[in-house]
């Protein structure tokens, strides 16, 4: 007999990207005494990863739990970037409802329509919360409207247009159901989500069944399965089977070793959990995201979305530069395979494939960003190797055309940089759809662009816009291929021999370009150590040094000056790098070379191409 839970709920916290869903979480955790009251307490407590908190931003989605009155309260924080999604997609089926945050300055954004879409579509009943209401030009109520507006463009039923709405600072930690007063704590939002999320339903009586959301690992104990017990019960020593929607033939035996319930940010273990619970089990070896956990007697799946596909690609390559091996502690194949294929117990938007080769593997993410976090995480656990130029996946129609990925991009940029944007994004193929203004002489540009188009644009775009614009892309989906883009207009600058850079050879070579290194960095035949100012490779002898003449000139003391080197990131570097170039990448360093070293060979692998190409 169905029944419900009522002293839970289970609620998401969805929004765009840096609208404070993160900080919202902190103010919850603090109202509701899982801190003590001197305990010191980092803000965005939920942003465990290190590369989460130098980025602020939510990289993986976060269960915690608190007690309101008696009420438990399951919350999820998750992540706002698109090449994220994957990560919202799941937990959603964990949840009865959703709490929106939205900036009251910006305004919903693109990645607040793609969120909130995928929750309607769940039919989870939604919560606003304007968030930043104290913050400098915010104007809580055109966003009420402008909210209103995405949720009927969205198809909202009128249950959901009449959804409430909260007003927030969850960095002061107040909230208030009326714009007139102030709010003295988080108390109306706690309040909201009592009277307005549903409680959770099942049948206690019933088979077991619970749907794995989400994957955690640890070294100690294997993977880590989370998800909502739908009914029946589960208990510790408990005799189950593994089933899955997609899979009809999976039907593997398993025991449930160890049980968690999550009370503050702890995961505390228990004996048994009962319907409506959100719960982590480990101890089960072949677990995957989207398996159902059923009773021996019952093992029927819960329905699961698919997620989305990858749309862009690179190889990671074993680094087999002259300087391979020197700074790195996990250099060899077999350890950049077994890391790779680690990564897919978490992260389920990626795919990892083996190539022809052995030391090269196909890795396939969401975006730019979901591969350039991947890379510094491996980088910072010792591992050192090389990877090329992201490429989008191409797929095929009935016809045999090729398709191409494309993207909506939304561009919030001061007036007088809109031109430079719209000429430089419709070099790239990109089609200006709509153009509006936005707040505070900003202009909001939106264009469709093929997903290639983006790539290597974003440090341009810092550029042209002086650091002033916003940037956001939300995947659209497979079109016909657009043409031929020029990823770089510059050659690159190329070491023509191995030793260390002094003074005098950069100062040559600065006139051809701007530099990447400077004086004393050891570099190698092949490697790229700046952007030439025209459109080829340019070779420079930068560890030349000035010949020695017994005759002095009154210049010949006076010291050469350089100008300061661009020092790229990986993200400026990933950007920078041709189709014909690798970034060799090691703890210590950043290193852009040549795919193939030597000079003549890359000649003749060129010339090779070319005439493939007319072939």
Do not use: W
Request: charged residues 25%; contains cysteine.
């Amino acid at each position: 007999m169905i029944q419900k839970r009522e002293d839970v709920r289970n609620v998401a916290i969805i929004a765009h990207v840096d609208h404070g869903k993160t900080t919202l979480v902190d103010g919850l955790l603090r109202q509701s005494g899982v801190f003590r009251a001197n305990q010191e307490v980092v803000d965005r407590v939920m942003d465990s990863n290190a590369i989460e908190r130098e980025r602020g931003i939510t990289i993986l989605s976060k269960n915690t739990a608190v007690n309101y009155n008696g009420i438990k309260i399951n919350i999820i924080d998750t992540p706002g970037h698109a090449d994220f999604g994957g990560e919202v997609e799941r937990i959603l089926k964990m949840v009865n409802g959703v709490i929106l945050v939205v900036d009251a300055f910006e305004g919903p954004m693109p990645q607040t329509r793609f969120v909130l879409s995928k929750a309607m579509s769940l039919n989870l009943p939604v919560i606003v919360c304007i968030n930043k209401i104290d913050r400098p030009g915010a104007r809580p109520t055109q966003v009420i409207d402008e909210v209103l507006e995405l949720l009927m463009d969205l198809g909202a039923s009128d249950e959901q247009l009449d959804c409430p709405f909260v007003f927030a600072s969850a960095k002061a930690g107040i909230a208030t159901l009326d714009l007139g007063s102030a709010g003295s704590s988080m108390k109306p939002l706690f309040e909201t989500i009592v009277n307005y999320i549903p409680a959770p339903e099942g049948d206690p009586d019933a088979g077991t069944q619970m749907l794995v959301s989400t994957i955690d690992y640890n070294e100690y104990v294997g993977r880590i399965g989370v998800g909502r017990l739908d009914n029946g019960i589960l208990k510790v020593g408990q005799e189950c089977v593994l089933v899955n929607h997609h899979d009809p033939d999976k039907l593997d035996k398993v025991k449930i070793t160890k049980l968690y319930e999550f009370e503050g940010l702890q995961k505390i273990e228990v004996p048994e959990a009962h319907v409506g619970s959100i719960v982590a089990v480990s101890g089960i070896e072949n677990l995957r995201i989207g398996d159902t956990i059923c009773a021996p007697e019952n093992p029927v799946a819960i329905p699961f979305q698919k997620i989305s596909e990858p749309t862009i690609s690179m190889s990671f390559v074993v680094n087999d530069s002259p300087m391979a091996g020197r700074e790195g502690k996990f250099v060899t194949s077999r350890h950049l395979r077994d890391r790779l294929y680690r990564e897919l117990n978490t992260d389920v938007s990626l795919r990892v494939e083996d190539t022809d080769t052995t030391d090269t593997f196909k890795v396939s993410g969401r975006g730019e960003l979901h591969l350039s976090v991947l890379i510094e995480t491996m980088r910072r656990e010792g591992y050192e190797f090389a990877v090329s130029k992201a490429e989008v996946i191409y797929k095929t129609d009935e016809k045999g055309k090729k398709l191409e990925p494309i993207e909506y991009c939304y561009i919030d940029v001061p007036d007088e940089f809109s031109g430079a944007v719209i000429s430089k994004l419709s070099e790239r193929k990109g089609n200006l759809v709509n153009m509006g203004t936005a707040n505070n002489g900003f202009a909001r540009l939106e264009f469709e662009i093929p997903s290639r188009g983006l790539i290597g644009y974003h440090d341009s775009f810092l550029t042209d816009t002086k650091g002033n614009g916003i940037m956001n892309t939300i995947f659209k989906g497979y079109e016909p291929f657009k043409g031929e883009i020029a990823y770089r207009n510059q050659g690159s600058l190329i070491a023509f021999e191995a030793g260390t850079a002094v003074t005098y050879g950069l100062f040559q070579a600065q006139e051809r370009g701007n530099l990447f290194i400077t004086a004393g960095t050891e570099v190698y035949a092949g490697m790229v150590i700046g952007e030439a100012g025209k459109g080829e490779d340019v070779f420079c002898n930068v560890c030349k040094t000035k010949h020695l003449t017994n005759t002095r000139t009154s210049s010949s003391d006076e010291s050469l000056r350089l100008v300061p080197p661009k020092v790229l990131s990986l993200e400026q570097a990933i950007d920078f790098i041709d189709t014909d170039e690798l970034l060799e990448v090691t703890p210590k360093s950043l290193r852009i070379r040549k795919k193939i070293l030597d000079p003549r060979m890359r000649k003749r692998a060129a010339i090779s191409a070319e005439n493939k190409a007319k072939n």
